[in-house]
């Protein structure tokens, strides 16, 4: 049971653009939302978090917008960049338990 | 302030042997968890440790794997007997405290069995 779905599994975006990815989660319980970031042959990255008490958190380029009713949370990266090229995690956890990864979505930034 | 350690960063073992993965989480961290990544699977946890404890093994395979942490020393994911199937690239995170803070990751073995 994939308790964190995400789409797309890839995406291709414009330099400049912005790139939406989303999840869905199903267990009420979670409580702790990250992203990561990963790049080939690195291991993945904590980029951003969100708890469900807020709708949106903006770090830089990076925002998360969640919405506790639908049970779907996004990130959206402003003006991308070929550096952003990378595979992109969402994440959730609860009770300081472990982290729960959905499958990612590649990411491709066209230069 | 050395990031997560883990070697070897690659690994090629013939069935029925064994590998030995090894993972030094940072300085003050005690918490260390173990992840298996396959191409398009995402990350799926295997198993949490505390120093010399167990906490959570719910995705170890029920045979073959094991883990440990010992007081002195880095975390060991030991699988025995290796099938084709086990290849992948398994991944090794700590924390200070569990959970809500988020990991921080090492750059993982590459397993390949042949």
């Known amino acids: 049971q994939q308790q964190v779905k995400q789409s797309p599994q890839s995406l291709i ?39 469900p008490d807020v709708s949106e958190k ?16 996004s990130l959206h990266i402003m003006d991308s ?6 595979t992109y995690f969402c ?10 990864f959905g499958k990612g979505t590649r990411l491709h930034i066209l230069p | ?18 590998a030995r993965l090894r993972c030094s989480p940072m300085k003050g961290h005690s918490h260390v968890y173990w992840y298996r990544q396959l191409p398009e699977e995402g990350l799926k946890f295997m198993v949490y440790l505390q120093k010399e404890n167990i906490i959570d093994e719910s995705g ?9 942490f010992p007081k002195e020393g880095p975390s060991i994911l030991r699988i025995q007997q290796v099938v084709r199937g086990d290849s992948a690239a398994y991944f090794c995170a700590s924390s200070l405290q569990p959970g809500r803070h988020g990991y921080t990751f090492g750059s993982g073995t590459r397993l390949t069995v042949v």
């Not at chain 1, 903006?58 to 949370?73: D, L, P, V």
């Open chain 1, 13 to 51: 975006v414009q330099k400049g653009g912005i790139s939406i990815i989303n999840c869905a989660y199903e267990n009420t319980a979670f409580d702790y939302f990250p992203w990561y970031q990963q790049f080939p042959g690195k291991g993945p990255a904590l980029l951003i978090a969100i708890r």
């Open chain 1, 58 to 73: 903006k770090e830089g380029r990076f925002t998360i917008s969640f919405n506790k009713s639908a049970k779907q949370f």
């Open chain 1, 81 to 86: 960049q070929p550096g952003d090229s990378a």
């Open chain 1, 91 to 100: 994440a959730a956890s609860m009770n300081n338990d472990k982290i729960i």
């Open chain 2, 1 to 18: 302030n050395a990031g997560v350690m883990q070697n070897p960063r690659h690994l090629v073992r013939r069935r029925g042997q064994e």
């Open chain 2, 60 to 68: 170890m395979p029920k045979e073959r794997f094991s883990a440990e």
